[in-house]
Structure formats: C-alpha cells, structure tokens
C-alpha cells in the first residue's frame, strides 16, 4: 500500500521509519517498486498519436486568446479584473485527467497485489501441509523400518470379511502403534477402540484415529502394555468409556 501511494501521512512515516531501521524493509520496498514499475511498462497503453495532436493543438489556440477585461459595469471600483485565459482550463482538465488515471493505476496494482498475496497465502498453506505430510510419512516410515518393531496384522473376526489394520510392536520398550488406513469408516455414533489381553484381561488402549483436522493418520500411536498375550480392535458408541469391549472386530494373538 506505501509503494502504490494509499498510505496516510503517520502510515507513510511509519513505514519510512522502519526502512530506516531496517535493511530487510528497505529491500523489500525497492523490491516492490522495482516490481511495480515493471508491471507498469509491461502493461503500459499508447495513447493514439492523434489524441497528442489534438492536445497541442487545443493549447496553441488557447494561448492565442486576447486577455479582454470584463466590462467596465461589472467592475468594481478601484478593481480591474480580468478574464482568465481559456488554456487554464485545458491545463485544469489535464490535471484531473491525470490524476484520475493516476488513481485508476493504483487502484487496479493494489488490486493485483492483494490478489497476488491471497495466491500467495494459499500457495504457503499448502506447501506448509505438504512438509508436515512428509514429515508424518517420514515418521511413520523410521518406525516401520525399525529393526525392533513386529508388524503384526489385527485381521477381522469374519472370515468373510477383509477388515482389519497393521500393528507394529516395539517388543524392546512394549510400544506400540497401529496403522488405521485400512479400517472402514465407523458409522455415525460409533467408533473404533484399541484393546490388549493383559494377564487375561481386556485393557483399553485408546481410539483409534483415522483422521486428525482433516489430516489422514498414517501411523497411531497408542498405550504401551507389559504382559500381553494379544490385541483387539472393537466398535464401541462415541464417547464411551467401558472397561470391557462391547463388539470385537479383528484380534491378532501374540
């Protein structure tokens, strides 16, 4: 906005204050009018070589003009006035012309800009989601690769069914995190817990999670357990919070 003139005069020393202070905004600002300029020699229009013709030829006439006083009624005494010469009002009109194509110009580059910086907005959103997807992919692989972690398949308890998810089982500190991506969606209300048979006993392990802010889960971690002798997926009702598993979906025993 300083670069295209619609800052207010504090707007203007503010900025101009910084620039001072800071080489960064310096560069920045010489960078925008650089790229301002450009875009205004790229976009430039010529003028049609009759409308210059017409112009000088406007003036010309103008400048001719006699001075004639008014008539010597309509003065007042001890006032001469005059009239004022007619290429005045050319130069008058010009003034305005320019600066409404001035205003015209700004407007449509500040236009450009704020489209520009939404594109670009847009663009870092992305590029942001992208990293963190890879770094989420990057994690998921160092684990899957690890040389202590036992891929295990929790396969559905219907035979005629191939639900189900990849476990991986760090047998050295008893972690353990699950692969949802093969899980079907829950219906509504429901929703998928993680279960261990420890020492007999179903312990729940937490829910599982597909999909975190609109993010897919490659890898879950869940809660580590000591003496298991197997791991369960069940469908349980939103929010609850049993001891025991209600509906038990795919199992695998160690």
Known sequence: MYCTGLTSAAENAEVAQWAKQYPEVAAELDAIQAGLETYARANAVEPDPSVKEKVLAGINAASQAPVVPIPVAAKKEGTLVRR???????????????????????????????????????????????????????????????????PMAVRSIDSTSDMGARMYWMKSTNEVYIDPTHLPDAPAGKQYEFWAIVDGKPVNAGVITGVVNGKKVYLQKMKSFGNVQAFAISMEAEGSAKTKPDKVMAIVNI
């Not at 194509?101 to 800009?113: E, H, P």
């Not at 520009?116 to 684990?143: F, H, P, R, Y």
């Open 84 to 150: 004022i010469p007619a290429y005045w009002k050319y130069a008058a009109a010009a003034s305005i012309l320019l600066l409404l194509g001035s205003m015209y110009v700004n407007y449509s580059l500040y236009t450009k800009y704020q489209e520009a910086s939404s594109g670009l907005e847009v663009a870092q959103a992305e590029l942001k989601n992208q990293k963190e997807m890879m770094t989420e992919m990057g994690d998921a692989m160092k684990i899957m690769g690890d040389m202590h972690a036992t």
